[in-house]
C-alpha cells in the first residue's frame, strides 16, 4: 500500500487553512501547526470576490460561504459630506463578473475551513521554525518544541513577517511600510439602516458594511507615520478624524467601544519575490505577496494561491509560474488605487471626484472595468460548487460567454 503523502503547513489563517482543506481533499495527510493558542482570527470582516469564491468551489465550500455572507454591491463611493460620487448594484456587479461579492466576518470563514480538516489535523500553540527546505532527493524539515517533522510538502502560511520567505530568500529586502495605517471595527449598531458604502477624504477613507448577522463591519485609513499610535485609545483617534463625515459614520462611531478598534500599519512586499517556492517549501498569502487592502484582494489571492498549490503540488515551479504574475500584478495595481484612494492635493482630488462621478453617470459598467481580470479568474481545477442559490440572496448570473474557461 503507497504511503500518504504528508504536508505541514505553517499558520492557521485563512491561505494556510484553504491550503491545507484542499490538499486533504487530494488525499494528503495534512497538519496545521498554529503559533497562537486558538485559530480565532485577530481580524475584521473579509470581502470574497467571485475569484475566491470560485477557489472556494473547489474544495465544497462555496456556496456554504455564499450562504453565510451579505452580497455586496447595493451602494457605491460617496464624499465626507454625503454626496455620493458613484452608484452600484449588486445584481449588476454579480452578472458583470459571474458571480457576487460578498462579506462575512473572517472567523465565519475560518471556522469553516477548519471543519473540512479531520480532528488532530490543527495543532495550536504549535511555533514552527523550517529547519531544512529539503529537495528532490530529502524531506523537508520543520522544527518544532515537541520535536523535528519531515514533510513531502511545506506550505508557509505564516503571514506578513514571514520568517520562512527570510529564511527561503534571505537576501529579499522583505516588506516596506505603505505609509498609512488601518482601522477595523466589527459590532451592532442598533438602527443602522444604511447602503454599503466607502467615502474617500484628504488622505483618509472610511467604509461602513452591513453584515448578515446584523453586525456592522467599518474600517479606515489614513496617512500616518509608521507605528503611530493615539494619545488616548484608538476610538478618541477616530472621531478626531472622521466624526464629522456624514452618516452613519457618527453612529457607529458612538455604538463602538476603544476595546473594539483594531489599529494595523499596512506593510507590503514592494520587491517580488524570485519565486513562490524552494525546494519542497510553498509560500502563500501575505508570505509571498503581501499588499494593500484597497481592492479587498490579500485575501482572496490567498485562497487562489491555496487551489493552485493543491493542483500542481508535484510540481511547485509550475505554481510559482502561474501565481507569481498574476499577484505581481494585482499588488501593483492595490498599490496605484492606494495613492489614488489617499490623494491629499485640494486640487487633484476635486479632479478625481468630478472624474469618477462623471465617469459613473456616462458609463456605470465601466467603472467596474479595472477589477474585472481580476473577478475573473478561474481555478485550474474543476468546480465543486452545487450551483444552488444562496439563501436570502438574488441568484447568481452565468458568468459571460467566451470567458467561462478562461485561467490566469
Same mark, same amino acid.
Given at each position: 500500500m ?20 484542499a ?7 495534512v ?7 486558538s485559530?480565532e482570527?485577530?481580524g ?7 475569484n475566491?469564491l ?6 465544497g465550500?462555496?456556496?456554504?460561504i455564499?450562504?453565510l455572507a451579505?452580497w455586496?454591491?447595493d451602494?457605491?463611493l460617496r464624499t ?15 452578472e458583470?463578473f ?6 462575512l466576518h ?8 477548519a ?8 495543532r495550536?500553540?504549535a511555533?514552527?521554525?523550517l ?6 532527493d530529502?524531506?523537508?524539515r520543520v522544527?518544532?518544541p ?5 514533510a ?7 503571514g506578513?513577517?514571514s ?12 516588506t516596506?511600510?505603505s505609509?498609512? !495605517?488601518?482601522w477595523?471595527?466589527v ?18 477613507i ?6 448578515k ?8 485609513a ?5 507605528e ?7 476610538k478618541?483617534?477616530l472621531l ?7 452618516d ?10 476603544p476595546?473594539?478598534v483594531?489599529?494595523?500599519d ?5 520587491e ?5 517556492h ?13 499588499m ?5 484582494q490579500?485575501g482572496n489571492?490567498a485562497i487562489e494561491d491555496?487551489v ?6 508535484d ?7 502561474a501565481?507569481?504574475?498574476?499577484? !505581481? ?5 492595490a498599490?496605484?488605487?492606494a495613492?489614488?484612494n489617499l490623494?491629499t492635493?485640494?486640487a487633484?482630488i476635486?479632479?478625481?471626484n468630478?472624474?469618477?462621478?462623471a ?12 477589477f ?8 485550474p481545477?474543476?468546480?465543486y460548487?452545487?450551483?444552488k442559490?444562496?439563501a436570502g ?8 460567454e467566451?470567458?467561462?474557461?478562461r !485561467?490566469?
Amino acid at each position: 500500500m503507497a504511503r500518504s503523502r504528508r504536508a505541514l503547513v505553517i499558520g492557521g489563517g485563512i491561505g494556510g487553512l484553504t491550503a491545507a482543506a484542499a490538499l486533504h481533499q487530494g488525499g494528503w495527510d495534512v497538519t496545521v501547526l498554529e503559533r497562537a493558542p486558538s485559530l480565532e482570527p485577530v481580524g475584521a470582516g473579509i470581502s470574497l470576490a467571485p475569484n475566491s469564491l470560485r477557489a472556494l468551489d473547489v474544495i465544497g465550500l462555496g456556496d456554504e460561504i455564499r450562504d453565510l455572507a451579505a452580497w455586496q454591491g447595493d451602494g457605491g463611493l460617496r464624499t465626507p459630506s454625503g454626496r455620493w460620487l458613484s452608484r452600484t448594484d449588486a445584481a449588476v456587479v454579480a452578472e458583470r463578473f459571474g458571480g457576487p461579492l460578498v462579506l462575512l466576518h473572517r472567523a465565519t470563514l475560518v471556522d469553516s475551513l477548519a471543519a473540512r480538516l479531520p480532528a488532530r489535523a490543527v495543532r495550536t500553540g504549535a511555533a514552527a521554525t523550517l529547519a531544512d527546505p529539503g529537495d528532490a532527493d530529502r524531506p523537508a524539515r520543520v522544527s518544532t518544541p515537541d520535536g523535528d517533522l519531515e514533510a513531502d510538502l511545506v506550505v508557509a502560511a505564516d503571514g506578513i513577517r514571514s520568517a520562512v520567505r527570510r529564511a527561503l530568500f534571505p537576501r529579499h529586502p522583505g516588506t516596506v511600510y505603505s505609509g498609512f !495605517t488601518t482601522w477595523r471595527v466589527v459590532i451592532p449598531v442598533p438602527g443602522a439602516q444604511f447602503a454599503s458604502h466607502e467615502t474617500w477624504g484628504r488622505g483618509r477613507i472610511w467604509g461602513s458594511h452591513p453584515l448578515k448577522d446584523g453586525r456592522v463591519y467599518a474600517y479606515a485609513a489614513a496617512l500616518t507615520p509608521a507605528e503611530g499610535r493615539a494619545p488616548d485609545d484608538e476610538k478618541a483617534e477616530l472621531l478626531r478624524r472622521y466624526g464629522d463625515w456624514h452618516d452613519p459614520i457618527p453612529a457607529i462611531l458612538a455604538a463602538a467601544r476603544p476595546e473594539d478598534v483594531l489599529r494595523h500599519d499596512v506593510h507590503r512586499v514592494a520587491e517580488p519575490l524570485p519565486a513562490f517556492h524552494r525546494g519542497r517549501v510553498a509560500l502563500v498569502g501575505d508570505a509571498a505577496h503581501a499588499m494593500e487592502p484597497m481592492l479587498g484582494q490579500g485575501g482572496n489571492q490567498a485562497i487562489e494561491d491555496a487551489v493552485v498549490l493543491a493542483a500542481y503540488c508535484d510540481d511547485l515551479g509550475s505554481y510559482s509560474a502561474a501565481r507569481l504574475p498574476r499577484t !505581481t500584478a494585482i499588488a501593483r495595481q492595490a498599490a496605484r488605487v492606494a495613492r489614488l484612494n489617499l490623494m491629499t492635493n485640494r486640487a487633484g482630488i476635486a479632479v478625481r471626484n468630478t472624474a469618477l462621478a462623471a465617469l459613473s453617470k456616462a458609463a456605470p459598467l465601466l467603472f467596474l472595468r479595472g477589477f474585472e481580470d481580476i473577478a475573473d479568474w478561474r481555478p485550474p481545477q474543476a468546480p465543486y460548487a452545487a450551483g444552488k442559490t444562496p439563501a436570502g440572496n438574488r441568484k447568481r448570473r452565468t458568468p459571460r460567454e467566451g470567458r467561462l474557461h478562461r !485561467t490566469r
